[in-house]
C-alpha cells in the first residue's frame, strides 16, 4: 500500500486536515504539541487504498526533541510515497524553511497551505500558482477546520501519488549540507508570492490579551474562568447522570431481573450484583465525563491554554518548571495519560521527568466521577461544588509541593519560547469528534481494564460463600483487614479500603466496587453511603483517592517514558506516602476540632 506522511510545524492543522481526511478523530488543540506519537489511517483516495501518517510537529528536520524524533525516525525507516506537507499560511515568512529543508529529501511532495480563513481575514494574500513554480510541487489552499479547498486537496494527493516514484527512506543526513542555500532561495520565493498588510495583525486576539493576560488580572481572570467550567460541569452534568442511573436501576428492575430470576443464585449474583452494578455504575458517569471534555476542548482549542502557560511560567519557574508544565498539569485534568505522553517536547530530561512527576496529581476525570458521586450523596447542593473546587486546589497544592522537594534532584532550565496563537473556537464537528472520541476511549477502557477490575471484586467479596458479602470472612475482607491498621487512622473503613485496592487498577472501578459490595445501583448507593460514613470520612477518603497512585495506564506509561524503573517507583511510591500523610492529617485535625 502507498503511504502519505503529513509534515509540517506544530499547530499548523495537520491533525484536523487528518481527521478530514479518513474520518478519524484524532485530537486538535490549539497548542504546538498536540500529537506526539504516529497515528495511521487508510483511505481511499482516487482509486487505490493509501495510508495516511499524522506526525507530531516538527520545527526543523534536525530537532532532538523525543516529539520531533518520532517524526524524524519514521521518515527514515518506513518507505514514504509522498510527503504531504502542511504550513499555516498566516505564517509562510518562518515555515517556508522547513518545507525548502523536506523538499532537499528529493522525495515527492505536495504543499498544503492550510487556515487560509485565517490569512484571507489578515489581509494576506499568497500567490499560490506562482508559488507552486517556483518550488516545482503542487500548491493547494485549504482550510482543514471549515473543509475548504478539501476536494482539491484530495485531487492533488491522488495525482501526485499515481506520479511518485517508488516509495524510499529519506536521508536525512543529506540535508545538513543544504541549510545555507536554503537561506537565501528563502527570501526570493517570500518576496515574490506573499503578500502581506502592515498591520496583519488579530484584532479580536488583541483585544482579548489585553485583558486575559493583564498583569493583575490575568491569574485571577483564569481560576475565575476554571471555577465556573466545574460549576457548569457539575451543573449540567449532575441531572444528566440522574438521568442515566435512573434508567439503568429501571432496566435492571424490570428486564433483567426477572430475565435471570431462575438462574444459579451465584450466578444471578455475579450477573446483577457484579456486572451490571459495577459497570452500571461507571456508566452512569459518562455524560459529565463528556461534558467535561468538551469544556476542556474549548479550553484547549480556544488557545487559552497557551495564556495560562504564559501567565504561570513565572511561578513554575520558581518551582524548577515552566508554564508548559502547568499547561501538562491542565491536560491531566482529562487523563493523565496524553499528558505525560505531551511532555515529550520539552528538550531538558531533568524537567521532564520532574513535570511527569506532578502530572499524576491532576484530578483526571475518573477520580471526578468519584468526587462528585461522594460530593453530590454527603454534601448540600450550594456545597458541592465549592468542595470539588478545594479537592481541585488540593491537587495543584500536591504538585507544586512535590515539585519543591524534587526540584534539586530533577528539574533543569530550558528556555521556553512560547508562541501565542490567536484566539480559535472549536466548530461543532471539532466538538462533536471530541466527544465521541472520549466516549469510545472510555468503552474501551471499559471493555478491558474496568471488566476486569469490577469481576475481581466481585469475586473476592463473594467468596467464600457462605459468609455475608464483603464481609470480614471474604477474601476481600481479609484484605482490608490486613491494611486496616493502616487505613483506619484516616477514617477510612474495610469496605472502603478495598474500593480503593481496586482503585489501582482504575479509579473508574472505585465506584464500580463499591457498587459491587452494596450490591446495589448508582441511584440507591448514594442513599447507603451517606448512611455510613461522615463528611470527614468522605473528605478524607477523597484525599486519599486524589493523591495516591494513579491508574496502571498510568504506571504504565510513566515507566515506558521515563524508561527507569526507578523513577517509576518513586512516581508510585511517593504520592501513596503523601496520599496518606495528607489524610491522616486532614482526618485526625477535624476530628479533634470537634467535627
Ligand atoms: N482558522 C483555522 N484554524 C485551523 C485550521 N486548521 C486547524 N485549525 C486550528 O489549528 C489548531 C491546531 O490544529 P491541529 O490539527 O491540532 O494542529 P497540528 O498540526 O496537528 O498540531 P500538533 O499536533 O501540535 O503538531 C486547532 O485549534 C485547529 O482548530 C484552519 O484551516 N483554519
Ligand atoms: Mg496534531
Request: proline share 5%; aromatic share 10%.
Amino acid at each position: 500500500m502507498k503511504r502519505i506522511a503529513l509534515l509540517g510545524m506544530p499547530n499548523t492543522g495537520k491533525s484536523t486536515f487528518f481527521n478530514r481526511l479518513t474520518g478519524a478523530s484524532a485530537k486538535v488543540g490549539n497548542w504546538p504539541g498536540i500529537t506526539v506519537d504516529l497515528l495511521r489511517a487508510d483511505i481511499l483516495l482516487g482509486s487505490e487504498m493509501v495510508e495516511v501518517v499524522d506526525l507530531p510537529g516538527i520545527y526543523n528536520l534536525h530537532g532532538f526533541a523525543e516529539d520531533e524524533k518520532v517524526a524524524r525516525t519514521f521518515l527514515e525507516e518506513q518507505p514514504v510515497d509522498l510527503l504531504a506537507v502542511i504550513v499555516n499560511a498566516t505564517q509562510l515568512d518562518r515555515q517556508l524553511a522547513l518545507v525548502l529543508q523536506l523538499q532537499s529529501l528529493g522525495q515527492p511532495m505536495v504543499l498544503l497551505l492550510n487556515m487560509i480563513d485565517e490569512a484571507t481575514r489578515l489581509g494576506i494574500r499568497i500567490d499560490s500558482e506562482r508559488l507552486a513554480r517556483e518550488l516545482g510541487i503542487p500548491v493547494v489552499a485549504i482550510s482543514a477546520k471549515h473543509g475548504m479547498g478539501m476536494d482539491l486537496a484530495r485531487r492533488t494527493l491522488a495525482r501526485a501519488l499515481a506520479d511518485a516514484h517508488p516509495a524510499r527512506h529519506a536521508d536525512i543526513e543529506k540535508t545538513f549540507s543544504e541549510d545555507d542555500a536554503i537561506e537565501a532561495r528563502l527570501e526570493q520565493v517570500l518576496a515574490d508570492t506573499v503578500e502581506v498588510p502592515l498591520n496583519a495583525s488579530d484584532r479580536l486576539t488583541d483585544r482579548l490579551d489585553a485583558v486575559l493576560l493583564h498583569p493583575w488580572l490575568g491569574l485571577p481572570l483564569f481560576f475565575l474562568a476554571m471555577l465556573g467550567m466545574f460549576e457548569a460541569v457539575y451543573t449540567l452534568g449532575a441531572p444528566l447522570q440522574d438521568g442515566v442511573a435512573w434508567l439503568l436501576e429501571t432496566i435492571k428492575r424490570d428486564a433483567v431481573t426477572p430475565a435471570v430470576a431462575h438462574w444459579d443464585p451465584l450466578l444471578r449474583s455475579f450477573l446483577l450484583d457484579g456486572l451490571f452494578d459495577g459497570i452500571g455504575t461507571i456508566l452512569s458517569f459518562l455524560p459529565i465525563i463528556v461534558l467535561f471534555f468538551l469544556f476542556m476542548a474549548i479550553i484547549e482549542d480556544s488557545g487559552y491554554m497557551s495564556r495560562a502557560a504564559f501567565l504561570m511560567d513565572a511561578f513554575m519557574s520558581r518551582l524548577g518548571l515552566d508554564g508548559r508544565a502547568f499547561v501538562m498539569q491542565l491536560m491531566g485534568f482529562g487523563c493523565n495519560v496524553p499528558a505525560l505522553m505531551g511532555t515529550r517536547v520539552m528538550r531538558s530530561r531533568g524537567l521532564r521527568l520532574l513535570t511527569m512527576l506532578i502530572i499524576p496529581f491532576s484530578l483526571c476525570s475518573a477520580r471526578l466521577q468519584v468526587f462528585v458521586f461522594f460530593t453530590t450523596a454527603i454534601f448540600e447542593p450550594w456545597a458541592a461544588p465549592l468542595v470539588l473546587f478545594s479537592l481541585y486546589l488540593f491537587s495543584f497544592g500536591a504538585a507544586f509541593l512535590t515539585a519543591i522537594l524534587y526540584r534539586r534532584r530533577l528539574g533543569g532550565d530550558e528556555p521556553l519560547l512560547l508562541e501565542l496563537p490567536p484566539y480559535r473556537f472549536p466548530t461543532l464537528r471539532q466538538m462533536w469528534l471530541r466527544g465521541w472520541r472520549e466516549v469510545t476511549h472510555f468503552l474501551r477502557e471499559a471493555s478491558g481494564f474496568i471488566l476486569l477490575g469490577v469481576v475481581l471484586v466481585w469475586a473476592l467479596t463473594h467468596f467464600p460463600t457462605g459468609v455475608p458479602v464483603a464481609g470480614d470472612q471474604t477474601l476481600a475482607g481479609r484484605m482490608a483487614a490486613f491494611f486496616a491498621p493502616l487505613m483506619e487512622p484516616l477514617g477510612i473503613d474495610h469496605l472502603m479500603t478495598i474500593a480503593l485496592l481496586f482503585g489501582f487498577v482504575a479509579k473508574e472501578v472505585v465506584l464500580g466496587a463499591m457498587a459491587v459490595i452494596y450490591g446495589v445501583g448508582e441511584g440507591e448507593l448514594a442513599g447507603i453511603v451517606s448512611h455510613r460514613i461522615d463528611w470527614v470520612q468522605a473528605y478524607s477518603f477523597m484525599l486519599f483517592v486524589l493523591i495516591y497512585t494513579p491508574c496502571l495506564s498510568t504506571v504504565a506509561v510513566l515507566r515506558q517514558e521515563s524508561r527507569s524503573w526507578r523513577f517509576t517507583a518513586l512516581a508510585v511510591g511517593w504520592p501513596l506516602l503523601l496520599a496518606w500523610t495528607v489524610s491522616f492529617v486532614f482526618y485526625q485535625t477535624a476530628r479533634w476540632l470537634g467535627f
